[in-house]
């Protein structure tokens, strides 16, 4: 074969290779079935850039808990009557408070700055805003990844604490997913509130400090509930962390409450997450179209 | 949900009876009109854009421009009136609609925590493009941009008129036959926009319909081949840029300074010259077809300005002249 006729013999195959776009009507199907995948998929990127933090944070934290309550605290508290904790050791008694309480603390950084950084500072949701995608399922999108991390991160602070031999029960994988639903019943409410702020001056640290840093110490964390007076009590009961605890030690110990009282907790963190979705999807819809 | 065949076929981006032998029109905007509240910021404006064109809203800041740009890419509610893209309705069909067109909004919105390569394909996942037709197009769009050597470089890192070739480049990625862009240039240095511009002739080399918003008249003239002059939401004019300086404007500008103190009280002493003058504070515009012979006319009344200029008519004196105000104040 001459020069010439090997060229013009491969010319077809390059342009073969180089494939177009699909129609605009595919691109349009798709994004209306996939969209929020495809919005995840961009947030999952992002946060790959983050990766050692999140994974540092997952086995840090807990390590780092679990060590000085859960040992060095323990060594006090055990002391004392184990009755008090519902027959287990101290170490079992935090730890899914701990779990819990690590994605609700994590729900409060992912839904909030992140919101600002998509409608305000650098303005990330109007890029995808501009394409098939619609406000709904940038907002969904953001959600999928954040679960994702629920997930993983969960997953990671679950390992340690079967390390630590905190989870006596089979059933203690089941509060990876219990600390992923509190993540959402807290953090999806907090969505939808950070979608509606249009200047930052501070709201997000104070949310932290009056609201999360309140809730972990009194939602049954380091203390069963009901050794608070019942004036503080309340701060347990509408406190997704008090729900997701409870709900964690069923898991991970047995824990023994009244079977109707399992119920609320579940009812009430899917509620409450349910009611932040639905509001966080009205709120994305009317700020990006403004 | 939609089938695609059913989209298919619904799409069709004719809004001229078929066999007329008429252009076809990708977007027909009639009596378009969007309010805030009291403001109302497009004013039941009308205009038809046939495939291919490079069609420019022309207009100072706040004209509607913007606003305008919103809606035509599906993703601001329009008040009244009645718009088709490609014979759609976008409020109705707003992903089929977005998924036709490539969109540069006026502020850039990369993902700065994002590589330039990944940004492309991140964005082409939005319409559901396969890896596989990504890879390839975001190198060859980066070669297009000029950025193949920023690749792996973090958006942070790059220039203004960098990001601004990035988003266009993103714009491209689902090859869209409509390019939406709002000032494209605006804030970039000379040589960034000669580099812009000459990509955007590219693209409308290729049969790609570009609609631009500026406040640049230069540019304007360099790259739409019909444009709309808006004001407080109204279209002022219509026309190519010829033909708008045709028939607003005389074919030649005498520009005199007289300094700031003289320029406001010369304008009795100089009526007569040309067709018509326009006393703005730092100069004098006379608007004449010969700019000489209206100099010398200057001259014979025993006026001195500081400095003379003669020079062509632009689109800057067609806008002066409809709306009593330059384009950028």
Known sequence: MTKEAALTGSAPTTAAAAPRAHSPAVSAARARRWGAFYYAEQV???MKGYGWTIVMYGVGQPVAYLFAMGVGLATLVDTGSNAAFGGVSYLAFIAPALLISAAVMTAA????????DGFKWRRVYYG????????????AGQI?????RFVLQSAIYFGVVALFGASPSGWGWVSILVATLAGLAFGLPLMAYAATIKDDRGQFAMVMRFIVMPLFLFSGTFFPLDTLPLAVRWIGWISPIWHGTELGRVFSYGYEEAPLLTVVHIVFLLGLAVF????????FAKRMAS | MFRVSELVSKESPVSSPAGTGEPQYVITAENLTKSYGE?????????????????GLLGPNGAGKSTTMKMIGGVSQRTSGSLSIMGLDPEQHGPEVRAHLGVVPQQDNLDEELKVRDNLLVYG???GLPMSYLKPKADELLEFAQLTDKAKSKVDALSGGMKRRLTIARSLINEPRILLLDEPTTGLDPQARHILWDRLFRLKEQGVTLILTTHYMDEAEQLCDRLIVVDKGKIMAEGSPASLIRDYSTREVLELRFGSERNATVGTELEGIGERIETLPDRVLIYAHDGEAALEQVSARGLHPLTSLVRRSSLEDVFLRLTGRSLVD
């Open chain 1, 44 to 46: 999952l990127r992002v």
């Open chain 1, 109 to 116: 950084n992912e839904f909030t700055f992140p919101v600002m």
């Open chain 1, 128 to 139: 995808p805003h501009a394409s098939p995608l619609t406000p709904e399922q940038i907002a």
């Open chain 1, 144 to 148: 999928i990844a954040v679960t994702v």
């Open chain 1, 276 to 283: 932040g979705w639905v509001l966080t999807r009205r709120l």
């Open chain 2, 39 to 55: 403001v109302t910021a497009v004013d039941g404006i009308s205009f038809r854009v046939p495939a291919g064109e490079a069609f």
């Open chain 2, 125 to 127: 996942r939005y319409f």
